[in-house]
């Protein structure tokens, strides 16, 4: 199949196929590492883009403490990046030097890693975003996961954050600048076991399940340690208690689990909008997984409480 040109963000979007799949099923021909995101539309540039990639490189770094928390140990770090470019010009001569090369890409951020330290994972991706201002393109995705970062969350906690090459004008001089456009935390993956379900063998057993959090960043606030004080601790406490109340729960759907899962989250965290999964494994014989997915910000919160008072 012919790869789809990408003109526009809007066109980057509906490239993607599965907006929640794992990065270890990225498809070289689909670029869709960070569709999860809800990313801000753009005016169609005057010229075609094509994406520069990483997908998946495998790093270590101190990012505070480990899920032991063992102050200074380091962690696996696993980066993906995109980042949009006119490509047209390399692609009608065959000639490297007229492209952005993802080796070089490759290069700056394992040299930002390399022997460095950081207080969190917010921290980490900050650094990285400073290198955009080497680079060319027009917009930068970027996502950090470590895997190891959170016991019971098999597939990692990170960050991942959108960025748009904007024109401003300062005492009449025309610049460039990188711009945040969006950016979220993921919690990927947290094994829970709890009663679920409507058939009577599934009120007998604890069944499993895989819950992910997409929990939206503040859009005008970048920096974690502005938006919630706290740092990693606080997402420690987030997940506990999410597991405190998944875990003595007797839902019969998963609608209502995720929507009492939504609710703890924004009732207890100063955070605007969470996305919340949960799925079932073991639910149907021949299906991975079968599950529900629900969004729930701060006005959904206020409406419960209008109709509580």
């Given at each position: ?15 993607d ?9 990225f498809?070289?021909?689909v ?15 005057s ?12 790093l ?12 200074d ?24 030097k007229n ?6 890409i ?15 994972i ?18 930068l ?9 959170m ?32 950016h ?18 599934e ?10 959090l ?21 997402w420690?406490?987030?997940i ?13 759907t ?46 959904w ?9």
């Amino acid at each position: 199949m012919e790869r789809p040109l990408i003109k526009s963000e809007d066109d980057f979007q509906a490239f993607d196929d599965d907006q929640y799949s794992d990065l270890d099923q990225f498809s070289p021909a689909v670029p869709d590492l960070l569709t999860s995101m809800n990313m801000p539309p753009t005016p169609s540039p005057s010229r075609q883009l094509d994406t520069i990639y990483l997908r998946n490189l495998q790093l270590s770094a101190v990012i505070g403490p480990d899920a032991w928390n063992r102050p200074d140990k380091p962690q696996p770090i696993v980066l993906s990046i995109q980042l949009q470019v006119d490509t047209s010009s390399a692609g009608s001569t065959d000639d490297i030097k007229n492209t952005f090369s993802y080796g070089q890409i490759c290069k700056d951020v394992t040299a930002k890693l390399d022997g460095k330290t950081f207080t969190s994972i917010d921290h980490l991706t900050s650094d990285l975003a400073g290198l955009a201002d080497n680079w060319p393109g027009e917009t930068l995705k970027l996502q950090a996961m470590a895997p190891k970062a959170m016991l019971r969350v098999e597939g990692g906690f990170g960050r991942e954050f959108f960025l748009r090459r904007v024109e401003t004008k300062t005492h009449g001089w025309k610049t460039l600048n990188w711009n945040v456009g969006s950016h979220e935390w993921v919690v990927k993956g947290l094994k829970l076991a709890c009663i679920i379900g409507v058939n009577p063998h599934e009120r007998v057993e604890k069944q499993n399940l895989s819950i992910d959090l997409r929990i939206q960043g503040e859009a005008e606030v970048a920096d974690y340690t502005m938006q919630i004080k706290g740092g990693f601790e606080t997402w420690r406490r987030l997940i506990q208690r999410v597991c405190d109340v998944v875990e003595v729960s007797t839902f019969e759907t998963l609608e209502a689990l995720s929507t009492l899962i939504a609710k703890t989250a924004l009732e207890g965290f100063p955070i605007p909008q969470i996305t919340v999964s949960v799925e079932k494994p073991s639910a149907l014989t021949f299906v991975d997984g079968s599950g529900v997915q629900i969004v729930r910000d701060k006005k959904w919160i206020r409406g419960l409480r209008a109709e509580s008072n």
